[in-house]
């Protein structure tokens, strides 16, 4: 089992559907999460960090279930824009106390006019 | 603007040939760090270095090579050990080691194909 697992799609939606993304993890000690975009051949930027309430940023959402251990991100009102491959990021710290990153394979959204 | 930059933005390199990628970073970040993607798969860890003179071992460090010898710059040096070179690399940084919180910058990204 990948210790952080994404759908990799690709999801189809027209410009103004809502979207969700999940991102399942198996490390329960995890503390910080993240999603980042990444573009077709670019390199992935931040979109947002998870918190434990729950956080929004503008059209998108992410929430953090620890119990069942994953977190989604929800794309309200899309746009073209939106399509990218989306990153579900998780940190797992080594026994040198280095927090790594470990990244999910991306869910990739594809946004139709 | 400060960033990080790599390059070559596109490397071709024939078989038993060594290459190394450049990163450097002006954001006087003490962290750096260098992954390959594949198509398909996430970001795998090559190496990092928490500080200047140190670096260590990531997931799959076999076939490559680093130095940290300025706190700037990282290069990673690909080398006829490594089987199956290509795919995309990115170098990234952060201000300290990954810890809570701590975002990663990346840079632009590399991309060596073998011929």
């Known amino acids: 089992r990948k210790e952080v697992e994404q759908d990799p799609g690709p999801f189809n939606v027209p410009e103004g559907a809502t979207v969700a993304f999940n991102c399942t993890y198996s490390?329960?000690?995890?503390?910080?999460f993240f999603w980042y975009r990444q573009d077709c051949r670019k390199e992935p930027k931040l979109l947002m960090s998870?918190?434990?309430s729950g956080n929004e940023d503008g059209r998108f959402t992410a929430q953090l279930n620890r119990a069942s251990q994953y977190i989604s991100l929800l794309i309200r009102d899309s746009k073209l824009s939106d399509s990218a491959t989306y990153l579900c990021?998780?940190?797992?710290?080594?026994?040198?106390?280095?927090?790594?990153?470990?990244f999910g394979t991306g869910t990739r959204l594809l946004v139709s006019p | 603007d400060g960033g990080i930059t790599q390059s070559p933005k596109y490397l071709f390199r024939k078989e038993g040939q060594n290459v190394t990628l450049s990163c450097e970073q002006n954001?006087?970040?003490?962290?750096m760090y260098w992954y390959r993607q594949d198509p398909g798969q996430g970001l795998r860890l090559i190496y990092y270095?928490?500080?200047?003179?140190?670096?260590q071992k990531g997931d799959i460090a076999e076939g490559y090579s680093v130095s940290r010898e300025k706190k700037e710059s990282f290069p990673l040096t690909v080398t006829s050990a490594q089987k199956n070179p290509t795919a995309f690399y990115l170098c990234a940084s952060t201000p300290t080691a990954i810890s809570s919180g701590n975002t990663i910058y990346f840079g632009e990204g590399s991309w060596l194909t073998v011929v």
């Open positions: 954001l006087n970040h003490d962290a």
């Open positions: 998870v918190y434990s």
């Open positions: 270095s928490q500080i200047v003179n140190d670096f």
């Open positions: 990021v998780v940190n797992r710290a080594e026994n040198t106390g280095f927090q790594k990153l470990v």
């Open positions: 490390n329960s000690a995890s503390q910080s």
